[in-house]
């Protein structure tokens, strides 16, 4: 049994910060990768940060690079994604996924998911 909860969005001015977490089991933290997807209205949903099975990988979209960073806590069962330089094209809700693979980027590759968090960033 898989269970994921994001928390930490709402609305911000752009510029602002944010910062996102993901609670999750402990046999999720051991055994899976994370990864951070967001889906704006009319968009595919789209991949933001991957962090791999034990940590020693992380990868961002390009959109994001420099302003947010992904972060896990094997010790709290927890993930981050800490987001700074909010631009109303961040505007999305996010979610945290977890995958088998030791690591992926690929929407398909996640088997299980958040219900999501909303992030809102007005201009």
């Known amino acids: 049994q898989v269970q994921l909860v994001e928390s930490g969005g709402g609305l911000v001015q752009a510029g602002g910060s944010l910062r996102l977490s993901c609670a999750a089991s402990?046999?999720?933290?051991?055994?899976?990768?994370m990864g951070w997807f967001r889906q704006a209205p009319g968009k595919e949903r789209e991949f933001v940060a991957g962090?791999?099975?034990?940590?020693?990988?992380?990868s961002y979209a390009d959109s994001v690079k420099g302003r947010f960073t992904a972060s896990r806590d094997y010790a709290k069962n927890m993930a981050y994604l800490e987001m700074s330089s909010l631009k109303p094209e961040d505007t999305a809700v996010y979610y945290c996924?977890?995958?088998?693979?030791?690591?992926?980027?690929?929407?398909?590759?996640?088997?299980?998911w958040g219900q999501g968090t909303q992030v809102t960033v007005s201009s």
């Open positions: 996924g977890v995958t088998i693979q030791w690591y992926s980027d690929q929407y398909s590759d996640y088997s299980y």
């Open positions: 402990e046999r999720t933290f051991s055994t899976n990768a």
């Open positions: 962090i791999s099975r034990t940590g020693n990988k992380i």
